[in-house]
Every structure is written in C-alpha cells, then in structure tokens.
C-alpha cells in the first residue's frame, strides 16, 4: 500500500510541475498588474561577421586580406579587444607590398595600425547573418606610400 501511495503522490507532482511549466511557457502576453504572468523569451541576435576574400564568415580572425586580387595588402596578427553588434575594435599589423621595382619583386612592409570595423548590415548572401560594411584602419606611427594616417574602406557584401 506504502508502495503505491509513494507512486501516486509522485505522479501527481510530476503532473503538477509539468502543468505549471507548459502554463508559464504557454501564457500569452497579458496584464501583469491582473496577476497574469508572462515570460519573455532572451534571443541572442547573431554577432556581426568579416566576409573574407572566399566569402567565408569570420569572427575575431587572426588575419585578413584587404587585396583580394592579389594579395598585396593584409592584416596580420590581428588581436580584438572589443566585437559586438555596433563595432569590432582591435590591433595588428597592415603588411603592404611597396610593389617596388614591380609587385611580383616588391618587398612587404609591416605598419602597425588600430582596426575598427562597423556599420553591421544583412549579408547578401545569407540574410540572416549580419555583416560589418566598413573598415577603418588608424596608423600611429608610419604608413604606407600614398595612405592617409586614417583610412576608410567600404567592405564587400
């Protein structure tokens, strides 16, 4: 008898936990202030993405070509100290091919340079992922020939 009082009592408490719950999941937005309850449901919107030169997605990547056709001007040992839906900010070194006497026998050069990336919008080609749009590279202490100390460039989609 013991044995199916205990049965009994669990399996009401177990019905009871589970109607209480689908009652909170369930309940449709009300009037607080009249006693009903309603729960709100947390989405985490996705993090912002750098599209590289493949249109592959990247969060925090260690490195990144700004030339996509051939490869002479890359952001390398890239480190983030900040990425969120409004901005990416973080440091590196922007190798740039002096292209001297010609691009194929030019010479890297390393500078380094603050990164600041922003203006998330949909990426084109999958609508649900945001994309950063534009970057800004910030030169403290040399730069390559013909760059502002500040540069703006518009990121592909």
């Known amino acids: 008898m013991a044995g199916h009082r205990t049965r009994t009592t669990l399996a009401a408490c177990a019905a009871l936990s589970l109607a209480a719950l689908a009652g909170v999941a369930t309940a449709p937005p009300g009037n607080a202030a009249a006693g009903e309850r309603t729960v709100a449901v947390a989405r985490k919107a996705p993090l912002p993405v750098l599209v590289d ?24 040992s890239l480190h983030w100290s900040q990425w969120n839906a409004r901005k990416a900010v973080g440091q590196g070194v922007n190798a740039v091919n002096d292209c001297k006497p010609y691009c194929a026998a030019g010479t890297f050069r390393s500078y380094p340079v ?22 800004t590279l910030v030169y ?18």
Not at 53 to 76: E, I, M, Q, Y
Not at 114 to 129: E, F, I
């Open 140 to 157: 403290p202490d040399g730069r390559p020939a013909g760059y502002r100390p500040v540069m703006t460039f518009q990121l592909w989609n």
């Open 53 to 76: 030169c493949f249109d592959k997605a990247r969060v925090r990547p260690a490195d990144f070509v700004l030339a996509c056709g051939d490869g002479n001007s890359r952001l390398v």
């Open 114 to 135: 603050k990164v600041r990336l922003d203006r998330a919008a949909s990426w084109t080609k999958h609508p649900g992922v945001p994309h950063y749009t534009r970057l």
